[in-house]
């Protein structure tokens, strides 16, 4: 009788998810000299990034890394005050 061998079974792979990108994906600059504190680009911000300063009455960056580059900011922007600056 030959020799009985047990086979192991092979481990199976899962396809890996494709690698999320972390971080922020653009760079807001302010001008606050041109800015006339309308708070557009503030209330247009999807992902919350700008908020009113509450001492000097125009927007600050208060979460960078939520930048999406999305452009809703700076495209609105009636005095130009803003820059967004896509990350890759």
């Known amino acids: 009788m030959p020799d009985v061998v047990p086979i192991k079974p ?3 792979t899962v396809p890996a998810a494709a690698p999320s990108k ?3 994906r653009g760079e807001v600059v302010i001008f ?3 800015c006339k504190s309308c708070r557009i680009c503030v209330e247009l911000c999807p992902t919350e990034v700008l908020a009113m300063d509450p001492d000097e009455d125009y927007p600050r960056i208060v979460a960078p890394e939520k930048c999406t580059a999305c452009h809703f900011c700076d495209t609105h922007c009636p005095d130009l005050a803003l820059v967004v600056k896509r990350l890759d």
């Open 10 to 12: 092979q481990p199976q």
């Open 22 to 24: 972390k971080g922020p």
């Open 32 to 34: 606050a000299t041109w």
